[in-house]
């Protein structure tokens, strides 16, 4: 079975930053390119950033230049920094990985950016 266990979230002033990190089993961590999407209250899901197995990352033009990825594979978990944060950033945070076909998705970790 695959999980995706995010963490990290949480209020943070504009202008801040946070860390968010999803974790899984190395079986999984090792097979596919992984994906951080975000969904905002009365909006879509989107797709955040990606990473793939070797570490070469893309990200939507709404975060360009202020977020980045990155994965430590000793510990099998993928990092999304999130620097000058925007009240528009807020949104629960998913991590992602399609496998066969398949999406798998974590639970959720809520960010909000406000004063």
């Known amino acids: 079975q695959v999980q995706l266990v995010e963490s990290g979230g949480g209020l943070v002033q504009p202008g801040g930053s946070l860390r968010l990190s999803c974790a899984t089993s190395?079986?999984?961590?090792?097979?596919?390119?992984m994906n951080w999407h975000r969904q905002a209250p009365g909006k879509e899901r989107e797709l955040v950033g990606s990473?793939?197995?070797?570490?070469?990352?893309n990200f939507a033009d709404s975060v360009k230049g202020r977020f980045t990825i990155s994965r430590d594979n000793a510990k099998n978990t993928i990092y999304l920094q999130m620097d000058s944060l925007k009240p528009e950033d807020t949104a629960v945070y998913y991590c992602?990985?399609?496998?066969?076909?398949?999406?798998?998705w974590g639970q959720g970790t809520q960010v909000t950016v406000s004063s």
């Open positions: 990473v793939t197995r070797g570490g070469t990352t």
């Open positions: 992602n990985i399609w496998l066969g076909g398949h999406g798998y």
């Open positions: 190395r079986g999984v961590f090792q097979l596919a390119t």
